[in-house]
């Protein structure tokens, strides 16, 4: 039992994921469920960057695949909506597998680059095959319409789909990370010689967790893309990956709860904190709430100060409050790759 | 264990903290109060296409000027706009939260094909309108039977390049023709309507046709030395600002000089060829193009009473702006035209009352009560099976600076009203 | 022949702005072991500054332009001293995340100040061509080429023969030997920023005037930056300039040559021309594989 994480967490989880629809307007309830697809998706870059300590700066092309998948079998193929997440799933799980197996002779920046790569390559290849994906029109997906005889919104039944699904892969995740599996990725991230010397094919280690976390993104996709009823090339931009980055970091590298934090600031950041926030500056400072790019400077400075306060996340936060107050400073195993100076 | 927990009770404190901000019960009409009507759009403030910023500004500044008036039948306009980066997936949650959160009456002005493609089934699915929505693409206009709450605004890009076809056979029967145009559906949208204004006879007056794609990340010099070999004399440009430009410098530097030159209405604009001349260009003069809209770049309407409205207008409410930015002007129009149709929608507000006065409007010269800020004749028209607001435009010439207009007004689209 | 000699002279002078970039990206990393994402924006932002000392662009003036490499110069090392640093304890992801902040800030904060609109940037350069036996060889490509080139070199001379070279490359090398013998690393820190963003200035500079002043102008180069970095070897300058040469004259030999190269494939063919360069070499075609002992 342990094993699939506290239980009285989950239990507390489950319970408010339940309550909420009840306790929030439907428009809340509808970025709630992005939320839940959002943790999915970060549970999975977690895995590779947090647990296995692989920097991947692509994952948007992952929930990019899935989403398309997903349109394309529900718009072009007729195939029923639900069934299509697996699948999404698979085929970015497959993809990012194949990208896995040369991907791990690179060392870490190089990595990171290379991984800098594949949305970049996706939207071109998005854009060439225009008869398949719709080119830069995209395609729209139908509204995701209530099943089971429910007679819900659409944004209320969207969120029994999104956290359906979190709530299924949340215990997965910590399945795979507390096991021998979960060792070996550890070890991987914290002395890939030592782990060579262990008998740990490194190698195989990170490509099974490129895979799996595609698999991740995959899934968050094509939720993503019913969520949003319509997909094209500009819906996944490098933006994405980056927002996917700074949910891990800002929830906390290596912390799978910690994902939680990271899917609540990377949904609502952009659309209601960011405004918010310059709306009160605009009370104190007069300033131009509309002038282009100011959103962009309130974004990154809170991203700033949040690093400031919280270099290891909110779980990092988490672990002071808790942990013992002497460890603060120099947290013995900082989740991610090791910092420059020590030991690789 | 206790850190999970920890973690999980803090993330839901902050996820009710912010979910509990849920927005005002609607109103009867959602939108509408005794004293105001909310409309709200997405626009671009940020990234690549930030360009167009300055349209919500003069829209602003013109809704601004209407309230000072007295409003619309005693209400005044409450006009927001969110930045939506130009990317469809913030366009389709910050509409949510227009229509969902803050009731808005209508969604007005929204720009961009793709965003705007985005939300256009469930803005119909919940009868809200998109009125006036800022792209060419044909689509909004012409699909109206199955999006009823959907309409466009501006002259559309196919018609736009019928025009652009029609000029070529009565004038340049015999030219041959090399065309730049953009990979993706506005380029595509002015090809398909420019070899229609050939008509078949005269397709063949296309020597090559090149493809450029916006995402490309190198100007398209190779696309101009496809052209220049081809020995076309009359280059086509389909593509916005950057890429045009780019071609108009490149073009003179591989030496390649063709006897015309036809530009798109969205990049040939004075500030944009002034760039491409100072950036080395010497095919830039005697570039032809359409205009519908007074330009405020343009000294030669000064005099007209809508450009001088226009002006009190922007440095009433809009001192900071650029009076002399044509997206300003751009803003200031399209205001008027929602302001007209509300007004006619009268005192008893309603989304569905909204969209039959926008399906049936006609301001023209002949009623005065024409666009003031749109060229002198142009008329605002829908009626019926035809709806597309806007589709007179005339053609216009670049010379010493400036854009001459060339003759009268073409209509796009049906008869010349 | 003609388009061949076009095509080259093109790629040199592309290839030498995304070299001068990936020499930015390189210094960074080798004193800190973080890529600076940031680069490109720190470029673009430093070219705003030149425009507003050039008076908005009406024509090119070299003090402007030096000018502008000074503020650059002292711009960098202030960045690292007041942003990065603090983070410096923190994980390597973490400072990766700040320079990404960084990134958004700069972005947004040009575009705040001089607004989105599109630009003109002066070259220094004619914009008229030398004609070869009927090649066009443009005199900006050339012009371009030559003041990078210059400004690599004037850097080299620095690391090669001045003291102050000489302890940043110690202090890059073994940051614990080099604090022993009185380097103060820190500072070090400081001046390899000052001197990535005076690099990143120059690229800017030189790369405006063809793709125009706008907040976004330097997105694209940055991409071809990082891969010319690890091209030549994330710890390589030689590398870096060699890298963002041979990518420049490839992706335009490409896109003359190739067909089935469309526009929109150009960048994933690039990118998986690199991928295969990698899988060969995996730390770049100068790059020094390190063995590590146990």
């Known amino acids: 039992m342990k094993r699939l994480g506290n239980p009285v967490a989950l239990g507390v989880l489950v319970v408010a994921v339940i309550a909420a629809p009840f306790l929030f307007s439907n428009y809340r309830t509808y970025q709630l469920a992005f939320v839940g697809l959002y943790l999915v998706a970060l549970l999975g870059l977690d895995i590779l960057t947090g647990f296995t300590g692989q920097i991947s700066l692509g994952h948007g092309a992952f929930m990019g695949i899935g989403a398309y998948t997903t349109t394309i079998l529900v718009v072009d193929h007729g195939v029923r909506d639900l069934w299509t997440i697996p ?30 790569a594949i949305p970049l390559a996706f939207i071109g290849l998005l854009k060439r095959f225009p008869h398949f994906t719709g080119g830069n029109v995209g395609k729209n997906l139908p509204q995701l319409k209530a099943e089971f005889g429910w007679h819900t919104s659409p944004s ?92 891990i970091v800002l929830g906390g590298a290596g912390s799978l709860y910690g994902m939680l934090f990271g899917a609540l600031f990377v949904e609502f950041i952009r659309i209601s904190w960011g405004p918010a926030l310059l709306n009160l500056f605009s009370k104190v400072h007069h300033i131009d709430t509309h002038a282009p790019g100011s959103g962009l400077v309130v974004y990154g400075v809170v991203l700033l100060l949040v690093l400031y306060a919280a270099p290891s996340g909110a779980a990092g936060l988490a672990r002071f409050s808790f942990g013992s107050k002497t460890r603060i400073i120099r947290p013995r195993h900082p989740p991610g790759p090791p910092a420059k100076g020590e030991n690789a | 264990m206790r850190k999970t927990f920890l973690l999980v ?45 300055p349209i919500p500004v003069g829209m602003g500044a013109y809704f601004s000027y209407a309230n000072a008036k007295g409003g619309v039948n005693g209400r005044k306009i409450n006009w927001k706009y969110e930045d939506d980066g130009y990317n469809p997936a913030n366009t389709v949650q910050i509409t949510h939260k227009f229509v969902e959160q803050d009731h808005a009456f209508a969604i007005v002005g929204g720009l961009g094909t793709e965003p705007q493609l985005a939300v256009r089934q469930y803005l119909n699915d919940n009868k809200v309108p998109q009125l006036f929505v800022a792209t060419g693409a044909t689509t909004f206009d012409r ?91 009359t280059l086509v440009l389909f593509a916005t600002p950057t890429p045009t430009i780019q071609a108009y410098v490149i073009g003179t530097k591989l030496g390649y000089k063709p006897a015309n030159v036809i530009t798109n209405s969205v990049s040939a604009t004075d500030p944009f060829l002034t760039i491409a001349e100072k950036s080395g260009s010497n095919i ?30 922007m440095a009433k409410y809009a001192p900071k702006a650029n009076a002399n930015d044509p997206l300003n002007l751009y803003g200031v129009a399209k205001a008027w035209n929602v302001v007209q149709v509300l007004k006619a929608a009268g005192p008893n507000l309603t989304r569905a009352g909204l969209m039959a006065v926008a399906r049936k409007m006609n301001y023209s010269p002949g009623d005065k009560n024409a666009n003031p800020f749109a060229l002198p004749g142009v008329v605002t028209f829908t009626h019926n099976n035809f709806q597309y607001p806007i589709s007179q435009v005339t053609l216009v010439k670049y010379v010493n600076h400036v854009f001459q207009p060339q003759g009268k007004l073409l209509a796009g689209r049906g008869a010349l009203r | 022949m003609q388009t061949f000699f076009q095509t080259l002279t093109t790629g040199l002078a592309d290839g030498s702005i995304y070299g001068s970039l990936a020499l930015a990206l390189v210094l960074i990393y080798k004193a800190t072991e973080v890529i600076n994402f940031a680069q490109g924006e720190m470029a673009m932002f430093t070219t705003y500054i030149a425009w507003a000392l050039m008076g908005h662009g009406s024509s090119f003036e070299w003090w402007a332009f030096f000018a502008t490499l000074g503020i650059a110069f002292v711009g960098g090392a202030a960045l690292q001293q007041t942003v990065i640093r603090p983070l410096e304890r923190a994980s390597v992801l973490t400072a990766v995340m700040a320079t990404i902040a960084l990134l958004v800030i700069l972005n947004g904060l040009a575009a705040w100040i001089w607004s989105p609109q599109l630009q003109f ?126 990518l420049g004259v490839l992706l335009n030999m490409l896109g003359q040559y190739v067909h089935p190269v469309t526009s929109e494939l150009q960048l994933p063919v690039a990118l998986a021309i690199l991928l295969v360069v990698l899988l060969i070499k995996p730390a770049g075609l100068f790059g020094r594989v390190v063995v590590k002992r146990v």
């Not at chain 1, 990208?99 to 991984?115: E, K």
């Open chain 1, 156 to 247: 209320i039944w969207f969120y029994v789909v999104c956290w359906t699904v979190a709530l299924v892969m949340l215990p997965l995740a910590f399945f795979i990370v507390r096991g021998r599996f979960g060792r070996a990725m550890r070890s991987v991230r914290d002395s890939e010689i030592a782990a060579t010397a262990n008998g740990i094919s490194t190698a195989g280690v990170k490509t099974l967790a490129f895979g799996i976390s595609a698999f991740y993104c995959g899934v968050a996709g094509s939720l993503y893309g019913i969520g949003i009823t319509y997909v094209n090339p500009d819906t996944f931009p490098i933006d994405l990956s980056i927002l996917l980055l700074v949910g």
């Open chain 2, 143 to 233: 699909d109206y039977a199955q999006y009823p709450w959907t309409i466009g605004w501006q002259p559309d890009y196919e018609a736009e390049g019928a025009i652009y076809g029609k000029y070529v056979v009565a004038n340049l029967p015999n030219a041959k023709i090399g065309v730049l145009y953009q990979n993706d559906d506005y380029g595509h949208d002015y090809l398909r309507g420019f070899k229609a204004g050939l008509r078949a006879a005269h397709q063949s007056q296309i020597v090559t046709a090149q493809a450029y794609d916006l995402s490309a990340t190198t100007p398209p010099a190779v696309q101009m030395a496809k052209i220049k070999a081809s020995g076309a004399d």
């Open chain 3, 121 to 246: 940037f002066p070259s220094p350069f004619p914009t008229s061509s030398w004609v070869i036996g009927g090649v066009h060889i443009s005199k900006q490509d050339v012009g371009t080429f030559g003041v990078v080139m210059a400004c690599v070199l004037v850097l080299w001379l620095f690391f090669r023969f001045t003291k102050l070279g000489l302890a940043m490359r110690a202090g890059a090398l073994n940051p614990s030997a080099a604090r022993l013998m009185g380097v103060r690393a820190s500072w070090l820190l400081a001046l390899g920023w000052g001197f990535a963003a005076a690099l990143g200035a120059v690229s800017g500079m030189m790369v405006a005037p063809t793709v125009f002043l706008t907040p976004n102008m330097m997105q694209a180069v940055l991409i071809y930056a990082f891969a010319a970095a690890i091209l030549g070897g994330l710890e390589s300058p030689v590398g870096a300039i060699a890298g963002g040469l041979s």
């Open chain 2, 284 to 313: 830039v003069e005697g570039t032809i193009s359409v205009g519908y809209l007074l330009d405020p770049s343009n000294p030669i309407y000064n005099k007209q009473p809508g450009m001088k409205l226009y002006r009190q207008i």
């Open chain 1, 87 to 116: 699948l999404g799933g698979l085929i970015a799980g497959v993809i990012g597998l194949a990208f896995g197996i040369p991907a791990t002779r690179f060392a870490g920046p190089y990595l990171a680059l290379a991984t800098f």
């Open chain 2, 9 to 53: 009770v803090a993330a839901l404190a902050v996820a009710a903290a912010v979910g509990a901000t849920a927005g005002a019960r609607p109103a009867a009409t959602p939108g509408v109060t005794a004293k105001s009507i909310l409309l709200e759009g997405t626009y671009p403030l940020s990234g690549p296409a930030s360009g167009y910023a």
